[in-house]
């Protein structure tokens, strides 16, 4: 398994100066994972973090350019500014929809205010969205990636496994170095929103130094595909390091309540 690192910087809507090279994840030869991911095993690759504020934008855009503004399709997966305000409470809901809309103040922040079923939604449109990247290459570089494979949230179990991931201190420093990247074009330092926050910080703040992951113990719990059930600590709720079968119960979007995906080699 490979976990390619260059097509991140095309997904959250930017393109560095000089890209990374690929990274090999040493569990086998096969498929390359998609953007954004690490790879657990020959068939699942895990995200790196909770999915950003950048990525859900995205995805509300294309919705919109695709739909209309007033379409089902966009209106129904806009967040829940009014819950944003638990985390930002300087904000009226109407100031943080346009901060987030219009700058990049939420592009690194967890996403959160969502339903189980939008975040289903955002995967289905990941999905989609991989296999037109895809569609694009030239014939040798398509090999590389799986033939049929899908975005979707983890399983209760599957998150917890993520604790078996070992990687080695040469991809660590990759990680690292991609994730700088990320912080210095969006101006991570100098945003005073999540610099100043009680409560969240950006999603590449707190990496475990074994996993090459980030956010897993604190920040925001994440859903799974079991509806109701998240794992993980929060920003409300922590965990310790070694703790990957804590779960919480929701049956609404919260302030402490996030996601991230798994990508699933299916052939």
């Not at 991809?171 to 912080?183: C, E, G, M, N, P």
Request: glycine share 4%.
């Amino acid at each position: 398994m490979k976990a390619l690192f260059p097509l991140i910087f095309l997904f959250f809507g930017f393109k560095p100066t000089s890209e990374p090279a690929c990274i090999t994840c040493d569990q086998d030869r096969g498929y390359l994972c998609a953007s954004n991911t690490l790879a657990m095993n020959a068939r699942l690759c895990m995200d790196m973090s909770e999915v950003s504020g950048q990525m859900y934008k995205v995805f509300l855009l294309d919705l919109k350019k695709k739909h209309g503004e007033k379409s089902d399709e966009y209106t129904s997966n806009i967040p829940n500014w009014e819950i944003w305000k638990e985390l930002y409470p300087v904000k009226t809901a109407p100031e943080i929809s346009k901060l987030f809309f219009e700058t990049t103040t939420f592009a690194l922040a967890p996403m959160v205010g969502i339903s189980y079923d939008q975040a289903v939604m955002f995967a289905k449109w990941r999905t989609e969205a991989f296999k037109k990247e895809l569609a694009g290459m030239k014939e040798k570089e398509r090999e590389a990636f799986p033939k049929k494979f899908e975005f979707r949230l983890p399983t209760p179990s599957e998150w917890s496994r993520m604790r078996f991931m070992n990687q080695d201190k040469g991809l660590l420093k990759q990680v690292s170095k991609i994730t700088d990247a990320y912080k210095k074009e969006f101006k991570i330092d100098k945003n005073d929103f999540l610099n100043n926050s009680t409560t969240v910080h950006d999603v590449f703040s707190t990496m475990d130094e074994k996993l090459g992951l980030f956010g897993l113990h604190d920040n925001v719990a994440e859903m799974t595909s079991e509806r109701g059930v998240a794992m993980g600590g929060s920003w409300n709720n922590k965990s310790t390091e070694t703790d990957f079968m804590k779960t919480s119960e929701f049956t609404a979007p919260q302030a402490w309540l996030g996601f991230r995906c798994i990508f699933e080699i299916i052939e």
